[in-house]
């Protein structure tokens, strides 16, 4: 059974850090492409990185750059979202989310076909 379960969300102040987790299970990290998203109150859901478990290659969307890091432990079939200099406007709802197709090289929601539940990130303005 596929299953990915997020972890690490909290409430941080700005400038903070945080590192979430996304646990995977029923699959192998190294075949599929794993991305976060986010989702802030009355917003839609949008791509924040991805990594590629083929290739390795990693993607992060302009808001986001040189403050976040995706990285892949697949020994522990676990990959996190390091995010520094947190900001008010990162204030959301993070998915976890797998292209079980491993494809993708982009974060774009409905190239994945597996999905977290969410943890919730709040930074205060």
């Known amino acids: 059974q596929v299953q990915l379960v997020e972890s690490g969300g909290g409430s941080v102040q700005p400038g903070g850090s945080l590192r979430l987790s996304c646990a995977a299970s029923?699959?192998?990290?190294?075949?599929?492409?794993i991305g976060w998203f986010r989702q802030g109150p009355g917003k839609e859901r949008v791509g924040v990185s991805c990594?590629?478990?083929?290739?390795?290659?990693?993607v992060y969307a302009n808001s986001v750059k040189g403050r976040f890091t995706i990285s892949s432990d697949n020994a522990k079939n676990t990959v996190y979202l390091q995010m520094n200099n947190l900001k008010p406007e990162d204030t959301a709802v993070y998915y976890c989310?797998?292209?079980?197709?491993?494809?993708?090289?982009?974060?774009?929601?409905?190239?994945?076909?597996?999905w977290g539940q969410g943890t919730q990130v709040t930074v205060p303005s």
């Open positions: 029923g699959f192998t990290l190294g075949y599929v492409t």
């Open positions: 990594i590629s478990g083929v290739d390795g290659s990693t």
């Open positions: 989310a797998a292209d079980s197709s491993g494809y993708s090289r982009y974060p774009a929601p409905p190239e994945y076909d597996y």
